[in-house]
């Protein structure tokens, strides 16, 4: 199954969307297709006997060509005809891939991808792949985020509303002044004539049309004679009708009975300029929505120090790689991902991780391209540059998240494939009825022209894109990557939240919590003791017991002849005298009387805490407790987790007494304790009996689990398994994230919902207006200019509506 990214610019409202999907899905070979109208994208999976050059020409036959960058590589070790078929066929066989073309005199290779589907390094890896050189000559400029494009479309739209109301606002103004104004009504017609004022009228909307306005009919008719309308169509043919059946009074009167020789010019050119007035304010809105990805790439700083010898030079960041020393001096934005070698200090990871507490940064911590260093000078060696930093998998999984479609999209889909041929039917519908009534020609055709503009398939169609594109990227600003946009809907539904218990609740490093010793033995005595024997093991609890040796300055005494027993704990001969240190079935089996600590033992274990005893020479020498410390905040999050109307459950490996005590000291009601990584498995199942499930987990024994749930959120500082197999991502440490996940997608979801009932209450409640069915005056329901500020008002608002999403908390 192969998948390939297209960008598609001509999509315009839902109906468009639905075109684009219907089209790529009735090719040969296409499984999968998905069209984002906020992103301009589309997402295909296929296989043979479709190809991404196929597809991408049923879009253009369609009317919505595939936005393509150009690409020249240089290629070398060519000698022959086999090896530039052999070329071809490497660069052809890449997805997003659209013609190549290779010349074996010149040594090149002229590719055309659909861009953002492919990167030019992947075409020069599939060119290496087939054992020819090859570098790249020169490109085209990478495509820009999302927020730049929009950008520019909102300035393209502003140009084209400036010249819109220059030329719109003369015909209006003779239009309508003379009925606001009687005297300039008068003055107009001996100044200069009814048909002079009508020749005024009719050359300035012919320019609107031309001109600011040619991209709905340029867009719209073709839609239309393909049998496939969508919003532009509406526009154009409500525009063109007011605009031909003027032009009609204007030119030919006599076609016209006298009472239905009137002219609407300024009905059409005002359409025209309040759409597009709607549009450009749209358009401005929807760059602020995408403002969080430009946000995360203008992290990236343009260059760095690098040592070169025994000096520092200044060099584009696009030159590091990995094993360049960088210097970074205090304030300064860490330019890629790194280990630090020199300096001690604290780093600002807000912007990644969304914790607000500076990170400390010793010889031998990770860093991270895009946060700030703070007062403290550092060097570091580079690890990672390009798209394989930290940062940019970050701004990838964003972007690909706001791509995604949502279950609820759909609805949505369902209706947009429909609605503008019903729109266009209800016009006609109204247009005939109003002639049947005998409401006369005129009347009619101002009502079935009210309808057609009034629609707003843009609503709907943005109604969940502009959502999921605003809440991600403030989830991101936030520290939370969601992987996929439709685990949004599926988070916020989780009826249980499960937490694997170590590593994610608690540190997963264990630590001695406690040290006992027995009348005449010492805590110094007891750890160098302890110590000694543990030295040499890699067992958690023996690295917490040298931990805490180390910690006090106390020197382990030598061992030797140590040996372990699994389940029990370890012999060992320790300053010339036996030890053996494990747990009471050890100490049973080596005969050594554990009473003097028995009860202190039990006290520790109801605390969910290890009990260890240490012995020497047979007599016992003191008892001491092992316990993972819970996070900080941890209690705070079930509480949180509660308090959204969900419920908390852990499941561990640990035994259940441990468990459950970790459990009661944290609040939560439901354990799963002593599973093995399948176990985890079964207790997810299980638990999705009683409604939808999300698991949080950090270690690779997590992943199956993860995988499992209908969510599954991997703490970021656990392993790369555990974050491939979720589906979201929390930055940071600390399992609040959780609580901020839950809480952002419920809070998109319930702006959806408010968008989605503003898109069909509206055209609900204001097409039957259009209609007339309303007639407060007795004449049409509502004017096409009222209609055009309507449908212009209702987009604009679903795309405010979604950007309080960046106010999220």
């Known amino acids: 199954m192969t998948q390939a990214r297209f960008i598609v610019d001509g999509m315009h409202c839902g109906s468009c ?13 296409v499984s999968e297709a998905s069209a984002n109208l906020m992103a301009h994208s589309a997402q295909v999976s296929f296989t043979a006997p479709a190809t991404p050059a196929a597809l991408a020409k049923a879009l253009a036959d369609a009317g919505y060509p595939v936005s393509a960058a150009h690409l020249r590589l240089d290629v070398t070790g060519m000698s ?194 309040l759409i597009l007035v709607g549009r450009w304010l749209e358009a401005r809105a929807k760059g602020r929505a995408g403002e969080a990805i430009s946000r995360l790439v203008a992290l990236r700083p343009a260059t760095a120090r690098v040592r070169r010898g025994e000096t520092a030079v200044e060099l584009p960041v696009a030159e590091l790689a990995p094993g360049d020393v960088v210097e970074l001096a205090p304030g300064e934005r860490i330019a890629v991902d790194g280990v630090v070698i020199e300096g001690e200090g604290h780093v600002d990871e807000s912007m990644l991780t969304g914790e607000p507490l500076p990170a400390a940064k010793a010889p031998g911590a990770a860093i991270t391209g895009g946060t700030v260093n703070g007062a403290a000078a550092l060097a570091f060696r580079v690890t990672a540059t390009g798209g394989d930093t930290v940062l940019a998998r970050i701004i990838g999984l964003v972007e690909e998240a706001q791509g995604q479609k949502l279950p609820v999209q759909a609805l949505v889909d369902k209706v947009t494939r429909i609605f503008v041929p019903t729109v266009m039917a209800l016009s006609v519908l109204t247009f005939g009825l109003w002639l049947l009534a005998g409401q006369g020609f005129t009347p009619a055709l101002i009502a079935a022209i009210s309808v057609m503009i009034i629609a707003c398939p843009c609503a709907m169609g943005l109604a969940t894109p502009v959502s999921i594109l605003v809440g991600t990227g403030r989830a991101a600003e936030l520290g939370l990557l969601f ?16 937490f694997d218990k170590t590593g994610t609740l608690t540190e997963g490093r264990p630590e001695l919590v406690t040290l006992i010793p027995v009348p005449g033995a010492s805590e110094a005595e007891a750890l160098a003791l302890a110590a000694g024997a543990e030295a040499r093991s890699e067992h958690p609890l023996a690295r917490a017991i040298v931990r805490a040796a180390e910690a006090k300055g106390i020197a382990p005494l030598p061992a030797r002849r140590v ?32 009473s003097a600590l028995r009860a202190e033992a039990e006290a520790e274990a109801r605390e969910g805490r290890t009990p260890v005893y240490l012995a020497r020479s047979g007599a016992l020498v003191a008892l001491m407790a092992i316990a993972d410390p819970v ?90 398994v555990a974050i491939e197999a979720a589906e979201v991502v929390l930055m940071g440490a600390d399992p609040e994230g959780a609580v901020r996940a839950l809480r952002i997608s419920r809070a998109v979801m319930r702006n959806i919902r408010e968008n989605l009932f503003w898109a069909f209450a509206y055209n609900a409640a204001l097409i039957p207006v259009a209609m007339g069915v309303l007639r407060p005056f007795g004449g049409p329901g509502l004017s096409p200019m009222l209609a055009a500020g309507a449908m212009a008002f209702s987009s604009v608002f679903v795309v405010t509506n979604a950007l309080r999403l960046r106010r999220v908390k």
């Open 17 to 29: 969307t639905g075109t684009v999907e219907r089209t790529l899905l009735a090719q040969p070979g």
């Open 80 to 273: 022959c005809a086999s090896c530039v078929s052999h070329v071809e066929e490497a660069l052809l066989a890449t997805p997003g891939v659209l013609d190549a073309t290779v010349n074996l005199a010149t040594g090149s290779a002229d590719v055309r991808y659909a861009q953002g589907s492919v990167a030019p390094s992947e075409l020069v890896k599939a060119v290496e792949a087939t054992g020819y050189g090859a570098s790249v000559a020169s490109a085209d400029a990478p495509p820009p985020p999302l927020a730049e494009r929009q950008a520019e479309e909102a300035h393209r739209l502003r140009r084209n509303v400036v010249l819109s109301v220059a030329l719109t606002l003369p015909v209006f103004v003779l239009a309508m002044g003379g009925h606001m104004v009687p005297a300039f009504h008068h003055w107009m017609m001996h100044s200069l004539g009814e048909r002079t004022v009508w020749g005024i009228e009719f050359v300035l909307t012919a320019l609107v049309l031309a001109f600011p306005g040619r991209m709905f009919l340029t867009i719209g008719i073709p839609a239309l004679l393909r049998g496939k309308p969508e919003m532009n169509s509406l526009v154009a043919l409500g525009a063109l009708a007011a605009f031909l059946y003027s032009t009609v009074v204007t030119l030919a009167p006599d076609l016209l009975p006298e009472a239905d020789r009137e002219v609407y010019f300024e009905a059409a050119a005002v359409i025209v300029t």
């Open 483 to 498: 992987r996929r946009g439709d685990a949004l809907q599926r988070l916020a539904e989780v009826r249980t939240i499960a």
């Open 563 to 594: 040996r372990a027993e699994a389940g029990r704990g370890l012999h060992a001969e320790v300053g010339g005298a036996p030890v053996v240190l494990g747990n009471a079935r050890a100490m049973e089996e080596a005969g050594i009387d554990i």
């Open 631 to 720: 996070k900080p905040g941890a209690a705070e999050t079930v509480k949180a987790i509660r308090a959204l109307g969900a419920e908390a459950a852990m499941t561990s490996g640990d035994p259940q007494t441990t468990a459950e005590a970790a459990a009661r000291g944290l609040g939560i009601g439901k354990v799963i304790a002593g599973v093995l990584p399948e176990g985890k498995v079964e207790a997810i199942t299980a638990l999705k009996a009683e409604g939808s499930v999300a698991f949080v987990g950090d270690g690779i024994n997590d992943a199956p689990a993860l995988a499992a749930a209908d969510v599954g959120l991997a703490i970021g500082s656990g392993t790369d």
